[in-house]
């Protein structure tokens, strides 16, 4: 059971590969994670790369409010494959006050669901990596890109042949294309608050928010 203390503190509930790479991650990164899954082997693999691990089946309530639920900021569950499970659990740690439930989904009828079931957010891993792929592939200048919402993503892109040499203020990006300009990385340096007067060159990256019909222009370019 977690401690109050500065650091973040999580749980994962189902740690296959999805569960354990955000897991692994969020200890990388400072954070307190107990990671809960059914399989033995799977918790001992774990046992000395997370902060706290449990080997239990999480659609037991009873087993799953003794883990004291309301102390941690976020609750993942993972288990996408299995729906009954995923949605059980969702609707059990909101129902124990979990703060916050993020759960994967392996669909959109299966995400609709986790939201009914109290989801906060729900997280599609194969199909955003779909798109992400599918987007680098159909254009090179489009190098990444995240999914903010169901109308916005985050992108970094290359410029095209027409911006170079122009200044942020010349091209007027926001009103002229509905491209919202974040920052501009050169290399290793990275310019993070670009100003009006600041001129665009070939070798840059812009970090752009932009809605979707946007970026699918964009690509078809």
């Known amino acids: 059971m977690p401690k109050k203390n500065a650091k973040k503190q999580f749980i994962v509930v189902g740690l296959g590969r999805f569960g354990t790479a955000i897991a692994e991650t969020l200890c990388q990164d400072g954070a307190e994670v107990l990671g809960v899954d059914r399989r033995m082997d799977v918790v001992e693999d774990l046992r000395d790369t997370l902060t706290h691990t449990v080997q239990m089946d999480a659609m037991d309530r009873d087993a799953l409010s003794a883990l004291g639920i309301p102390d941690f900021d976020v609750a993942f569950v993972t288990m996408g494959s299995d729906i009954r499970a995923s949605g059980t659990i969702?609707?059990?740690?909101?129902?124990?006050?979990?703060?916050?439930?993020?759960?994967?989904?392996?669909?959109?009828?299966?995400?609709?669901?986790?939201?009914?079931?109290?989801?906060?957010?729900?997280?599609?891993?194969?199909?955003?990596?779909?798109?992400?792929?599918?987007?680098?592939?159909?254009?090179?200048?489009?190098?990444?890109?995240?999914?903010?919402?169901?109308?916005?993503?985050?992108?970094?892109?290359?410029?095209?042949p027409e911006w170079v040499g122009k200044?942020?203020?010349?091209?007027?990006?926001?009103?002229k294309l509905g491209i919202n300009v974040v920052a501009i990385r050169t290399g290793e340096s990275l310019n993070a608050m670009p100003l009006p007067n600041t001129a665009i060159s070939e070798e840059d990256v812009l970090l752009v928010v932009v809605k979707d019909e946007t970026l699918a222009k964009l690509n078809r370019r």
């Open 167 to 175: 200044t942020l203020m010349e091209l007027n990006m926001r009103s």
């Open 90 to 160: 969702v609707m059990s740690l909101k129902e124990l006050g979990a703060k916050q439930v993020i759960a994967k989904a392996q669909d959109e009828f299966h995400g609709r669901m986790l939201e009914k079931l109290g989801a906060d957010r729900v997280l599609f891993p194969e199909r955003d990596m779909g798109r992400r792929v599918a987007h680098n592939l159909v254009s090179g200048d489009i190098i990444d890109f995240l999914e903010l919402s169901n109308e916005y993503s985050m992108a970094e892109i290359r410029p095209k």
